[in-house]
C-alpha cells in the first residue's frame, strides 16, 4: 500500500489566492482527518469525516477554510483567500476507524507570502 | 472536548541516559495512542493502549496505561541520536467518537 497521499508537498502562494490541497487515504479506511501544524499551535484538528461525511468541523479556522470529501478516495481542503497566518505543515490522516490507529500523509508545507 | 495535557514540553538528554514523557487526562480514556514525529517529517504511529494498568514494550520502548485510564507514559531506555523527535500521545473517551493530539515533547538527544 502507497500509504496515504498527500499533494502538493510544497506550496508557495501570495496573499488572496486560493490554495487547493489534495489527499487520497488508505484504501479501506473510512475515517479521515485534517490536521494543522504550527510551532506555536502544534497539532490541530481542522476537520474529520467518517464514510466521506464531515462529523467534525470545529476545528475549521474560518470560512476561508472548506473541506469536501466526494467519495473515499479522495479529499480536498481549500483556502480561499489565503493569508500569511495559514502558512502551516498541512497533514492528512485516515484510519479504519476514529479511535483506531492513525497514518499521516507526508504534509503540504503551505507558505503564503 | 477531550482534553489530555502532555509534560514536559522539551527534554534534553545526553546519549544514554533515559527520557519520558507524560499524558494526563481529567477524564477517563478510552484509548490511548502515541506517535513519534522526526523533524521535518509526519506523525509515525507507535503503539495503543487500551487495557487498565496496560504495559507495552518495543525494545527500549516501555508505554503504560495507568489503572484508572486516566493517565500514560512513554518511557525510552538509554536514548541514542536516533530517538530525535517529538512524541504525541493521542487520546480519547468513548462519547467522542475521534481521539485528541497532546501538545508533544520534543526530544533532543546530545552524542
Known amino acids: 500500500d502507497a500509504g496515504v497521499i498527500q499533494s502538493p508537498r510544497h506550496e508557495v502562494t501570495e496573499m488572496g489566492q486560493e490554495v487547493t490541497l489534495r489527499c487520497k487515504p488508505i484504501?479501506?479506511?473510512?475515517?479521515l482527518f485534517w490536521y494543522r501544524q504550527t510551532m506555536m499551535r502544534g497539532l490541530e484538528l481542522l476537520i474529520y469525516?467518517?464514510?466521506?461525511?464531515?462529523?467534525?468541523d470545529s476545528g475549521m479556522p474560518e470560512d476561508r477554510f472548506s473541506a469536501k470529501m466526494p467519495n473515499a478516495s479522495f479529499s480536498t481542503l481549500k483556502i480561499q483567500p489565503s493569508e500569511p497566518r495559514d502558512s502551516a505543515v498541512y497533514f492528512c490522516a485516515s484510519s479504519s476507524g476514529g479511535t483506531l490507529p492513525y497514518t499521516f500523509g507526508s504534509g503540504t508545507r503551505l507558505t503564503v507570502v | 472536548g477531550q482534553q489530555v495535557m502532555q509534560i514536559p514540553q522539551y527534554q534534553h538528554v545526553q546519549e544514554g541516559e533515559d527520557f519520558t514523557t507524560y499524558c494526563n487526562s481529567s477524564?477517563?480514556?478510552?484509548?490511548i495512542q502515541w506517535y513519534k514525529q522526526r523533524p521535518g517529517g509526519h506523525p509515525v504511529f507507535l503503539i495503543q493502549l487500551v487495557k487498565s494498568g496496560e504495559v507495552k514494550k518495543q525494545k527500549r520502548l516501555t508505554f503504560q496505561f495507568g489503572e484508572a485510564k486516566k493517565n500514560s507514559s512513554l518511557h525510552i531506555t538509554a536514548t541514542q541520536t536516533t530517538d530525535v523527535g517529538t512524541y504525541f500521545c493521542?487520546?480519547?473517551?468513548?462519547?467522542?467518537?475521534?481521539?485528541?493530539f497532546g501538545q508533544g515533547t520534543i526530544l533532543t538527544v546530545h552524542p
Open positions: 477524564t477517563t480514556l478510552s484509548n
Open positions: 469525516f467518517n464514510n466521506n461525511v464531515p462529523i467534525d
Open positions: 493521542n487520546a480519547g473517551g468513548t462519547s467522542y467518537g475521534k481521539l485528541t
Open positions: 484504501s479501506g479506511h473510512n475515517s
